[in-house]
Nanobody, 128 residues
């Protein structure tokens, strides 16, 4: 029922930009906080950013603050992550995810299973 489909990943050079998209369906998108998280080989899941249902409150991990911008279009059930000034350490599989319940952000982010749903992920590779 719930589906989250990421797209927009690819290979980009350091300093470059990429825009990720997440198409959501099967739930009332506009009532959920939405997340971007990522996982690099040999590392645990890292929270990247989250945005509230109305799209007017955002938070970012220190590692991406000032470089990444999360946004959403509730009319289109779409979540986005604009990534600028990309670094090699941004290389990872990026997932969009929703919490288990509406209106509230998920209390902890340690694994994808902490979320209610997540997508298949999209690979972002930053390399020269």
């Amino acid at each position: 029922q719930v589906q989250l489909v990421e797209s927009g990943g690819g290979l980009v050079q350091p300093g470059g930009s990429l825009r990720l998209s997440c198409a959501a369906s099967g739930f009332t998108f506009s009532t959920y906080w939405m997340y971007w998280v990522r996982q690099a080989p040999g590392t645990g899941l890292e929270w990247v950013s989250r945005i509230n249902p109305d799209g007017d409150i955002t938070y970012y991990a220190d590692s991406v603050k000032g470089r990444f911008t999360i946004s959403r279009d509730n009319a289109k059930n779409m979540l986005y992550l604009q990534m600028n000034s990309l670094k090699s350490e941004d290389t990872a599989v990026y997932y969009c995810a929703k919490p288990k319940i509406a209106w509230f952000s998920t209390p902890v982010v340690r694994a994808l299973s902490d979320f209610g749903s997540w997508g298949q992920g999209t690979q972002v590779t930053v390399s020269s």
